[in-house]
């Protein structure tokens, strides 16, 4: 499942409907960055680059991330939401949700190697809901670009 994606909300700063607080403390943080710290690590570098180049001023990019975020043809990140079963049998509470939450757990151990060209700034394994999932919030970029940023989101 892929969406829109809710960093407030796989990270607890408030509970849905679904969730039951109680067993939020099962929850795993894998990683919790700030969005726009990490579009400077990825992009600062061939921004740089990019706007030396330019010779117009309107071609000059102040802010990388609000590009993105203003722009309709990028999205400033993806979200994945991978769960195995459902709640009749996979149920948090079960011994089959354990199983299902050690394997998504060995998922995302190694998601970002895996995919290298994914940066995960955010990613979260919840127990405090029906059935244990992963949201998985990366930057898809790419590098060596001809046009535009040599490094930048696609």
Do not use: W
Not at 15 to 29: G, I, M, Q
Not at 44 to 56: G, M, P
Not at 101 to 129: C, G, W
């Amino acid at each position: 499942m892929t969406g829109k994606g809710s960093v407030n909300h796989n990270s607890r700063k408030f509970h849905a409907k679904n969730t039951d607080p109680e067993r939020s403390c099962l929850n795993v943080e894998y990683c919790n960055e700030n969005i726009k710290d990490v579009y400077h690590e990825l992009f600062d570098e061939a921004l740089a680059r990019y706007n030396k180049k330019q010779t117009r001023s309107d071609r000059i990019i102040d802010d990388y991330y609000e590009k993105i975020c203003s722009g309709k043809q990028e999205k400033p990140f993806h979200e994945i939401i991978l769960q195995i079963g459902n709640k009749d049998d996979m149920g948090a509470k079960t011994e089959e949700g354990q199983l299902a939450a050690k394997i998504l757990d060995k998922y995302m151990q190694d998601f970002q190697q895996r995919n290298p060209t994914l940066r995960v700034f955010s990613a979260y394994l919840h127990m405090d809901e029906a059935t244990p999932h992963l949201h998985i919030d990366f930057i898809p970029y790419t590098t060596g670009s001809k046009r535009g940023l040599e490094t930048r989101v696609y």
